[in-house]
């Protein structure tokens, strides 16, 4: 029997107006990441203001991308897209839970030339190679120059894509790993946004590891023994998972046999009988809590017993 195809609720952009459309994309969108840029204008005037268009787009050359849109409700543009047009130069501050507060207090629609800084509670730190000021209170900053402003519209709710090429870059030592080469992202405490007034906190048991596929060739789900594939209980992502395993890797069965001593596994063949259905239920529970703590040969040896 087929499976029925599932039913979406569909729409089309063009059909709705902009503010309608909004927290559609937005919404669905999610969670991303925030660029808090801090801007001046002609004058040196300060501006800063938070963005959640935005994410990193090359590594060499260092180029952070954000999206100041024009305003849904007017089609106005924002202080900071004034500003790099007549200063092209910005820092993007990272925020995390400690600031999210304060990061969005800064989003108020203040007049022209008044200075966020202020109105947020943050203290201005001097760049070392661009005009505008960082937010000392920032986990990790990046000093920009404005490489590219592409219009993606003249709309209300259209983007205007600033290309940013990083020149400097600046971390709260608490931040590092141990042996300085990266971000600890549970000390990152990192803050993303959501649509409407939601956010998450990336941090705690929020957080967990998926191993990249490119490290090696896995076997892929269509490799899966069948009683696996097709089972009603494992979910996709741990069919994932356990297909992420190189064909070499797999447990011999020499070594699937000499895993029925494993506790938890003994216990089980004890205390069920060979035929007994319960007796395949509880390994395939057992696998499934092998993989959760990510201990993915015992959850292969532990499910290939179960078949």
């Not at 999210?100 to 800084?117: D, H, P, R, W």
């Not at 141990?178 to 939601?198: C, E, H, N, Q, S």
């Not at 007994?276 to 703590?293: I, N, S, T, V, W």
Request: aromatic residues 8%.
């Amino acid at each position: 029997m087929s499976t029925p195809a599932p039913v979406f609720h569909s729409l089309t952009p063009a059909d709705l107006t902009p503010a309608q459309w909004h927290p559609f994309l937005v919404g669905a969108v999610a969670p991303r990441p925030v660029a808090f840029a801090s801007t001046i204008d002609a004058e040196g005037r300060v501006n800063l203001s938070p963005y959640s268009f935005f994410n990193a787009f090359s590594s060499n050359p260092p180029i952070l991308v954000f999206s100041p849109a024009n305003r849904v409700r007017d089609n106005s543009q924002k202080h900071t897209l004034q500003n790099v047009r007549e200063v092209p130069e910005v820092v993007i501050n990272i925020c995390d839970y400690a600031l999210v507060e304060q990061m969005s207090l800064s989003s108020t629609e203040y007049a022209k030339g008044i200075n966020e800084f202020t109105k947020a509670g943050l203290t201005e730190l001097a760049s070392e190679q661009v005009r505008p000021p960082r937010v000392a209170e920032a986990p990790a900053a990046f000093e920009c120059v404005v490489e590219q402003i592409i219009e993606l519209g003249q709309n209300n709710g259209a983007g205007n894509l600033i290309i940013c090429r990083v020149v400097r870059a600046h971390f709260r030592p608490d931040i590092l790993l141990p042996d300085a080469t990266g971000i600890d992202p549970f000390k990152l405490d990192a803050v993303a946004r959501l649509g409407g007034d939601w956010y998450c906190r990336a941090s705690g048991a929020s957080l967990f590891e998926v191993p990249k596929p490119n490290r090696h060739i896995g076997i892929g789900i269509d490799q899966l023994p069948e009683h696996l594939r097709t089972s009603a209980v494992l979910t996709g992502n741990e069919l994932g998972r356990l297909a992420n395993i190189e064909r070499d890797a797999l447990p011999t069965p020499e070594q699937v046999a000499a895993f029925q001593t494993e506790p938890m596994v003994a216990y089980l063949l004890n205390k069920h009988r060979d035929d007994d259905p319960e007796l395949k239920h509880h390994l395939l529970q057992l696998g499934r809590h092998f993989l959760a703590e990510g201990r993915l040969a015992e959850a292969w040896k532990t499910l290939l017993l179960g078949q």
